[in-house]
C-alpha cells in the first residue's frame, strides 16, 4: 500500500448552539490515497460536509477539538493561518453543490478561474488567463476564450459546475474535495459532471473526495466508500463489497430502501423507520440504535467502535461485529 | 441601448418636473392671499401702487397663466428675476449653489469614508462590544435632531471654548467677512456643519453597509473565495465589499437631492450661504421665481441623481441589463 496522501486522524468538530454543543464530526478517521476516489455517503446533517470543511479548516463557525489531519506529513490542524492559505486552491481544492451561487456573480469567469493562479504562482494577469482559458476548455466549456468573458449568471447550472472544476484544477491541486458537486443539477448534467469529474481524476491523477446522499453516484464512481451517520463513520469499504454485504444495519437499510426497477410493481417502498437524531442530544449508546432492526441490548449503552468485521470492510456495530448476518426482508 | 434608456428616461422626467414645480406653484398661489411680495419692504406703497406692483409680477391672472409664462421663459433659458431683489433667479442659484456642493459634497464625502470600514467593522463582529456602541451611536445620529446637535456643537465649540480663551471654530457662515476668505479660513467654517451633516449620512450608511455586508458574507461564493486560498482581508474587501457596496450606491443616489435640500436645516442653523437656506427664506416671502428655480434645479438633481445611480448599478452588478 502507498503512503497516504491525507490522513484523518480522529477528528472532533463542534458547533457551539443555543441548546449545547453539537458534535457535527465525532471521531472520523480515514486516509486518502494519491490518484484515488473515496465516497463519503451519508444523509443531511450526518457530518460529511463538515468532516470537508474541516480538512480545509474552513468550519467556522465550528471549532476542531480534537485530531489530525495530516497532508504529505504535516498535521493541517496545527497549521497556521497562512501555512493553511498555501494549501487551499493549490493543494487541496473544494468545489461545492451549488455552482448557483458559488461564483461570485459580480466578476468575469475567466478572472475568478484565473484568481487561484494568480494568488498562489503570482502570475500576471495575462499568463493566468491564458491558463484559466486552457483550462474551462479541457472541462468542456464550448469557446471558452469568448466565454472567460461573460459573467456567472450568464451560464446555465451544468457549466457553472464546470467552471468550478476548472476553477479548482488550474493549480493542479493533488486532493479535490467535490461536496455535493451535482445535487443541485438535474440528472442529464449529473452525468456529464460525474463523467468529468472521472475523466479529471485520470486525466490529472487528482485525488478525489466526493460527498454525496447519492448512492447511485458513489458506485459508478468510488472504489471505496465511508459512510458516515451523525457524525461518525458507521461503515468502510470497498464499494463493492459495502453494496453486495452491508456490514452496518443504516448501510444495509439505505440500500434496501433503494427502489428498484425490476422490482414488482406495487411493492411498497422501503424506508428507514424512525427520524435522524437530533445532533445536540444524541441517543446513548449506538446512534442508529432507534431505528435499528437488528439491536440488541447492548447498543443502546455502549458505543461501538469501528472495527474489521469480514476481510475487506469496517463496520461500527455490535451485531454484525459479533459475526451476525444482516438480513431479512 | 443605453442611450435609448437614457432618452426614454429623460422624456419620463419631463412629467415630473412638470409635476414638481405646478404643485409647488398651486401651494404659493393658494396659501398667498392677497399678500404681494415685496410690499412689505415699503410701508409707503399706496393701492394703487400695489395693484401696479401685482400687475407688473403678473400676479392679477391666474396661477396658470403665470405658470405657463414661467414654463416659456425656462424652456428659452430664463428663470426669470427675483420678485424680491431683482436680480435674476439664476445668478442667486449660481451664488449660492458652490457654498451648498461645498458642505454636502464634504458631508457626503466624509459619510462614505467613515461609513464603509463602520458598517464592515460592524459585520465582521456582528454582536461583539464594538459593534453594539456603534448601533448605539448611529442609532443617535438619526434620532437626534440636526438643529439641535447643531446648537450643541456650537455651544461647545464656539461659545465655550471662546469663554476659556481657548482656539474655537466659527458657528455661522461660509467664510469670514474680515480678513478671511482663504483655505484654512473656509475649513475652519467647513468643519461644524460638515460634521453635522455627515454624522446623519454616516449613521444611515453604516447601518445598511452593515446588513449588506453580514448578508454578502454568508453567501456561498464567499466560502468559495475562502477555498480558494486568499486572505480574509482580500474575501472581505474584494469579493465580498464589491457586492455589499451595490446597493449603497442606490442609497447615495437617492441622497443626491439632498445636495440641495437635505442640508436646509442645518444650512439655516449654521447660516450657510447655501441653496436650501434661500429657498428657506424666500418661501416666507412668496418670491415665486426664486421658489420655483431652486425647485426646477432640485427636481433635476432628484432626477439626475435616480439615474447615475441606475446607471452606475448597472456597472457595478453585471446582472443589470438596461431596457
Same mark, same amino acid.
Given at each position: 500500500m502507498t503512503q497516504p496522501l491525507l490522513e484523518v486522524q480522529d477528528l472532533h468538530t463542534v458547533f457551539s448552539t443555543k441548546e449545547g454543543w453539537v458534535k457535527?464530526?465525532?471521531g472520523v478517521s480515514f486516509e486518502l490515497h494519491p490518484g484515488e476516489t473515496l465516497g463519503i455517503v451519508g444523509e443531511s446533517g450526518c457530518g460529511k460536509s463538515v468532516t470537508a470543511l474541516s480538512i480545509m479548516r474552513l468550519q467556522r463557525p465550528g471549532l476542531i477539538k480534537s485530531g489530525h489531519v495530516m497532508f504529505k506529513g504535516d498535521d493541517l490542524t496545527k497549521a497556521t493561518e497562512d501555512e493553511m492559505r498555501d494549501v487551499r486552491g493549490k493543494e487541496i481544492a473544494m468545489i461545492f453543490q451549488d455552482p448557483m451561487t458559488s461564483l461570485n456573480p459580480v466578476f468575469r469567469t475567466g478572472w475568478q478561474v484565473a484568481e487561484p493562479l494568480r494568488l498562489h504562482h503570482g502570475w500576471n494577469a495575462k499568463k493566468s488567463l491564458t491558463s484559466a482559458i486552457n483550462m474551462l476548455g479541457r472541462v468542456g466549456i464550448p469557446s471558452a476564450t469568448e466565454r472567460?468573458?461573460?459573467?456567472?449568471?450568464? *451560464?446555465s447550472g451544468g457549466m457553472r459546475q464546470r467552471v468550478m472544476i476548472a476553477m479548482g484544477l488550474t493549480t493542479t491541486p493533488e486532493v479535490l474535495i467535490a461536496d455535493e458537486?451535482?445535487?443541485?443539477?438535474d440528472v442529464t448534467i449529473q452525468a456529464q459532471i460525474l463523467d468529468l469529474l472521472r475523466h479529471v481524476n485520470q486525466e490529472f491523477g487528482t485525488a478525489t473526495i466526493l460527498i454525496t446522499h447519492n448512492l447511485g453516484v458513489v458506485a459508478g464512481m468510488c472504489k471505496r466508500i465511508i459512510v458516515m451517520y451523525a457524525g461518525r463513520i458507521v461503515e468502510a469499504g470497498p464499494t463493492a463489497d459495502v453494496f453486495a454485504h452491508p456490514k452496518h444495519p443504516y448501510t444495509w437499510a439505505l440500500l434496501r430502501s433503494i427502489p428498484r426497477l425490476d422490482a414488482e410493481r406495487h411493492e411498497p417502498l422501503k424506508p428507514i423507520e424512525g427520524l435522524p437524531p437530533n445532533l445536540v442530544d444524541l441517543p446513548g449508546g449506538c446512534a442508529f440504535h432507534p431505528r435499528?432492526? *437488528?439491536?440488541?441490548?447492548?447498543c443502546s449503552r455502549d458505543v461501538p467502535a469501528l472495527q474489521r468485521v469480514g476481510d475487506t470492510q469496517l463496520s461500527a456495530c455490535w451485531v454484525t461485529q459479533a459475526g451476525t448476518e444482516l438480513k431479512g426482508a | 441601448m443605453l442611450a435609448k434608456y437614457v432618452a426614454r428616461r429623460f422624456f419620463a422626467s419631463i412629467v415630473v418636473v412638470l409635476g414638481v414645480t405646478l404643485i409647488t406653484l398651486v401651494l404659493m398661489d393658494r396659501t398667498r392671499g392677497t399678500y404681494v411680495p415685496g410690499i412689505d419692504l415699503n410701508p409707503a406703497l399706496r393701492p394703487e401702487d400695489i395693484a401696479r406692483l401685482r400687475a407688473d409680477l403678473g400676479l392679477d391672472r391666474p396661477f396658470y397663466i403665470w405658470y405657463i409664462t414661467w414654463i416659456w421663459g425656462v424652456l428659452h433659458g430664463d428663470f426669470g428675476r427675483s420678485m424680491i431683489d431683482g436680480s435674476t433667479v439664476m445668478s442667486h442659484i449660481l451664488d449660492r449653489l458652490p457654498n451648498t456642493l461645498e458642505l454636502t459634497g464634504t458631508a457626503i464625502l466624509i459619510g462614505v469614508l467613515i461609513s464603509i470600514p463602520v458598517g464592515v467593522i460592524g459585520a465582521l463582529r456582528h454582536g461583539s462590544k464594538t459593534d453594539h456602541t456603534m448601533t448605539v451611536v448611529s442609532v443617535a445620529g438619526f434620532a437626534v435632531p440636526q438643529f439641535w446637535m447643531g446648537l450643541i456643537l456650537i455651544l461647545i465649540f464656539s461659545v465655550t471654548l471662546e469663554q476659556h480663551g481657548l482656539p474655537w471654530l466659527p458657528s455661522s457662515g461660509a467664510y469670514s467677512a474680515v480678513n478671511g476668505g482663504d483655505f484654512i479660513d473656509r475649513v475652519e467654517h467647513l468643519i461644524l456643519p460638515a460634521t453635522v451633516l455627515s454624522f446623519f449620512y454616516t449613521s444611515t450608511w453604516s447601518r445598511f453597509i452593515r446588513s449588506s455586508m453580514l448578508e454578502v458574507l454568508s453567501q456561498d461564493y464567499i466560502r468559495t473565495a475562502r477555498a480558494k486560498g486568499m486572505s480574509e482581508r482580500r474575501v472581505v474587501y474584494l469579493h465580498g465589499l464589491r457586492n455589499a457596496l451595490i446597493p449603497l450606491v442606490t442609497l447615495i443616489g437617492l441622497e443626491l437631492p439632498g445636495l440641495v435640500s437635505g442640508g436646509l436645516v442645518v444650512e439655516v442653523v449654521f447660516g450657510w450661504p447655501g441653496i436650501g437656506k434661500l429657498a428657506f427664506e424666500r418661501a416666507l416671502q412668496y418670491d415665486y421665481t426664486t421658489v420655483m428655480g431652486v425647485t426646477f434645479f432640485a427636481t433635476m438633481l432628484v432626477i439626475a441623481g435616480n439615474l447615475l445611480a441606475d446607471l452606475l448599478y448597472g456597472v457595478l452588478d453585471p446582472r443589470i441589463r438596461f431596457a
Open positions: 457535527a464530526v465525532d472567460a468573458e461573460d459573467y456567472p449568471h450568464q *451560464f458537486p451535482t445535487t443541485a443539477l435499528c432492526a *437488528f439491536k440488541i441490548e447492548k | -
